[in-house]
């Protein structure tokens, strides 16, 4: 095996979370009296920490602000808005395939809390894959996550992050890994060559090649 440990992000990498994201995004910001936005131009912000899409969706740097509107989004996501993910076609069977590997390790490294993965993964019945979930929060970015478990010893150096967006090309290069970029999801061919992936990937299908 090339790598010990394939890591993987969660929103648009594994699940489509855009029905769920959006409105709950809504939610948050006709609570705090802003206008509505559209799925479209929402679904961009799939993939970056949630406080700093709210700054801008927001134009405000108020950190107490930003914080009610990320409290806000958290109350409907925990009640509904983690059931509207979509897993992508091919997925499951991509799972099943790597993580029946012995010489490999699965993962996910997500920008969102925890518990909200947690519930996504049994959701889909796929919790069973992975090995540790490492979630984030207000403040933290994927790369000092990618850090931590690389202090902590539940990854190393032969590890390869996989997602979607340029945040999971970037974490993982800050931390000396590698980093494939996938096409299903929210980022642009021209978003993630930019940031340098070993590979590009087009059609779940293709993960399991990742353990040749």
Not at 6 to 26: A, C, E, M, V, Y
Not at 84 to 92: A, C, M, Q, R, T
Not at 146 to 166: F, V
Not at 184 to 196: P, R
């Amino acid at each position: 095996m090339k790598y010990d440990y394939l890591i993987f992000d969660l929103d648009g990498t594994i699940s489509d979370p855009k029905q769920g994201f959006t409105r709950s995004i809504n939610h948050a910001l006709k609570f705090h009296g802003f206008r509505e936005r559209d799925e479209d131009e929402l679904a961009t912000f799939i993939g970056p920490p949630l406080d700093a899409s709210f700054a801008s969706l927001a134009a405000t740097t108020d950190s107490t602000l930003i914080n009610a509107l990320v409290e806000k989004y958290r109350e409907r996501y925990a009640e509904i808005g983690y059931a509207e993910n979509i897993l992508y076609p091919g997925v499951v069977s991509a799972l099943a395939q790597l993580s029946s590997i012995p010489e490999v390790q699965l993962g996910i490294c997500t920008s969102k809390p925890a518990h909200f993965a947690e519930k996504i993964l049994e959701l889909f019945s796929i919790r069973q894959h992975f090995t540790f979930v490492s979630g984030g929060d207000v403040g933290i970015e994927k790369c000092q996550q990618l850090a931590t478990l690389l202090e902590q010893g539940i990854i190393n150096h032969k590890s390869l992050m996989i997602g979607d967006r340029y945040i999971d090309l970037t974490a993982a290069h800050k931390n000396h890994l590698q980093a494939v970029g996938v096409l299903w999801g929210y980022g642009s061919h021209t978003e993630l060559i930019a940031h340098k992936p070993a590979r590009m990937l087009s059609n779940p299908s293709e993960l399991i090649s990742l353990a040749e």
